[in-house]
């Protein structure tokens, strides 16, 4: 058994690695163990086609029954349910390791579209699953975003319609979303992800910084141990949170009434923060498309001055400016939302409270960049990575500042 | 040296005519993907309300499985809305004290006419048409009437 999922691994790995591409520092097997969750997710999930029924009147019993009458169900449903949390993290963090560790450069390049495409993928899977227990809380956040969705200019409609098979959330959306969850994306995840990986083969492994090369050593046992070591720490955490905190099910879906007190994902709370403050046009549609574009351009800029992968491209300087960037956009994104909760809500239209608060932001970091172009003579590569670590930063506040929201602390 | 030549151009009408089923094809296509089509309606009678002596003034009913409430001003007047939220489609609930409606999605709210009380919904409820017929209050549920703001003849008078 061992052998054989050692001969497994050998066959993904060249047969001798960098020994510097393969500290934990370089990766922190960010990548790898994602991989292991997808596989985790694959087979708990096929498991989980067994009982349920994709059906609006027998969805959420089914679940339940899963829950209550299935000896291995709910911890199965849990793991499905822990797996896809901790994937949603690692994705995201695996891109902030490649992007910092100079490793989307130019031949990675692609690699990071494709990684981008399964960055999206992920997402889509997460969105495509909230509906299937057909509760309160999946049928109301999908009709929040499929209405996002509605404000794209001209086709946002026929998108939104497309989407859910009509007009609203109905039993039809849910067949459209079961079989996307369970048919379309599987199939497209699997194919992106092979060639991901190959493409890391075929960029000679991991980025590493050109004096760390050539120790060679053999991959197994040094690297196959260190990943057995990874899978086994990642499936007692998994188990254990499987055991003790159960996946959220709320009451059954009501169409004709919104529970009280509603809340999206983790993941998604910082887009609900954010559509509490500025139009969803802008929140929902058009900066995050502004994002994407970033993301799709970051890997062709400042190429002169990249050293490939060296940690925060190795300048002291540096890292000190991204950290100041990161306060920065953090107290500027707190300032906003206390402004909008404290006047801006009650008494301007939200149309109004988007154009100042998008202004004042872009201005504000707009002299900030101009500030450091002009006193510290920055180069275009440390620009596009302080404006990733300023969007970014916003981003993760707005989430924190969501979560608090919704645990009512604030 | 005819023959090559016709074989050759009844290959081409093939060709093109393929193509053209092709293209008519990919614009049916388009026409119903961006909504061309004529939509499904949802529902084509009149929504019987009920018999109009049996509304109070000042009073609001609701029809919670239709998605929509009915206000019988105090005037005598009545207002149909629609109980969907204009910012992303929840359903607002109401709240008998303060006689706001509250989304409970992202906290909007509005005032008893639909009106918007605080963001980030910027457009008021959307309206029904209601009419009378036969002493019943009838509410045409198939279309519901975007407004910019409110005005007093979007009520309903009977006289
Ligand atoms: C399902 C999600 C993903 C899986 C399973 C995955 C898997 C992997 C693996 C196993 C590696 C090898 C090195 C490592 O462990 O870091 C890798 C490298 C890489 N990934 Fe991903 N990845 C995913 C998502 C992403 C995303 C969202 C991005 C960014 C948009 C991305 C961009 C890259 C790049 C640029 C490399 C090359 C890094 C280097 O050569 O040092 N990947 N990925
Ligand atoms: S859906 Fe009602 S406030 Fe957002």
Redesign the pocket.
């Known amino acids: 058994m061992l052998n054989s999922i050692k001969r497994f691994l050998l066959h993904l790995h060249p047969p001798r690695v960098e020994i510097n591409a393969i500290k934990l520092n370089?990766?922190f097997?960010?990548?790898?163990m994602?991989?292991f969750?997808?596989s985790l997710l694959a087979l708990t999930g096929i498991l989980l086609r067994f009982v349920y029924v994709p059906d609006a009147e027998k969805a959420y019993r089914s679940i339940e029954l899963l829950n209550h009458f299935n000896s291995a169900g709910r911890l199965i449903r849990n793991i499905h349910y822990w797996s896809a949390t901790i994937?949603c993290l690692f994705?995201?963090l695996?891109?902030l390791?490649?992007?910092f560790?100079q490793?989307?450069y130019f031949e990675?390049k692609k690699?990071?579209?494709?990684?981008?495409v399964?960055?999206f993928?992920?997402f889509a899977f997460c969105f495509t699953g909230y509906l299937l227990p057909w509760d309160q809380v999946s049928y109301w956040a999908v009709t929040v975003v499929a209405n996002v969705l509605r404000y794209f200019p001209v086709i946002g409609d026929a998108l939104a319609s497309f989407l859910l098979d009509g007009r609203f959330v109905s039993e039809h959306s849910l067949l459209r979303f079961y079989h996307l969850h369970t048919g379309v994306l599987p199939v497209l995840?699997f194919m992106v992800?092979s060639i991901?990986?190959w493409?890391?083969r075929k960029?000679k492994?991991?980025?590493i910084p050109q004096e760390q090369k050539g120790q060679l050593v053999n991959t197994s046992p040094h690297l196959v141990y260190k990943e057995l070591v990874a899978l086994l720490i990642l499936i007692i955490a998994i188990t254990t949170l499987s055991i003790f905190f159960n996946a959220p099910l709320s009451t059954p879906a009501n169409l004709d009434r919104v529970p009280e007190i509603i809340t999206a994902p983790w993941y998604f709370a910082g887009m609900q923060e954010l559509l509490l403050h500025i139009h969803p046009l802008v929140g929902g549609i058009l900066l995050p498309i502004a994002f994407l574009i970033f993301?799709i351009v970051v890997p062709k800029m400042g190429l002169d001055e990249v050293k490939v992968?060296v940690w925060f491209n190795g300048s002291r300087q540096l890292k000190k400016l991204y950290a100041l960037a990161l306060i920065f956009s953090v107290l500027l994104t707190v300032l906003l939302v206390v402004l909008s909760d404290a006047i801006i809500k009650d008494s301007f239209n939200v149309i109004w409270g988007t154009v100042f608060m998008v202004s004042v932001y872009f201005v504000t970091v707009s002299g900030f960049l101009i500030f450091l172009l002009r006193n510290l003579n920055r180069s275009m590569l440390s620009i596009s990575m302080i404006v990733f670590v300023l969007f970014t930063g916003s981003y993760i506040t707005l989430t924190i500042i969501g979560l608090l929201r919704d645990a009512q602390i604030i | 040296m005819d023959f090559k030549e016709k074989s050759i151009s009844r290959k081409r009408f093939i060709k093109k005519a393929l193509l053209a089923v092709l293209t008519i094809e990919v614009f049916w296509l388009l026409g119903r993907f961006f909504g061309f089509h004529k939509g499904k309606k949802r529902t084509d009678k009149l929504f019987d309300a009920g018999s109009i002596q049996s509304f109070e003034k000042g009073k609001f009913y609701f029809y919670r499985s239709q998605g929509f409430c009915l206000y019988c001003l105090d005037d005598g007047g009545f207002l149909a809305m629609d109980l969907k939220c204009t910012h992303l489609g929840c359903k607002v609930n109401f709240d008998r004290e303060s006689q706001r409606f509250i989304c409970p999605c992202h906290s909007s709210a509005f005032n008893a006419m639909g009106e918007v009380l605080s963001s980030p919904a910027y457009r008021p409820l959307d309206l029904y048409v209601v009419m009378l017929e036969d002493n019943r209050l009838k509410v045409d549920l198939s279309k519901a009437v975007k407004r910019s703001d409110f005005n007093i003849k979007q009520i309903f008078y009977h006289s």
């Open positions: 370089r990766t097997g960010l990548g790898g994602s991989v969750l997808v994937l994705s995201v695996h891109l390791r490649v992007l560790s490793a989307i990675r690699n990071w579209y494709y990684g981008l399964l960055m993928l992920v995840l992800l991901h990986i493409l890391v960029a492994g991991v980025a993301l992968g």
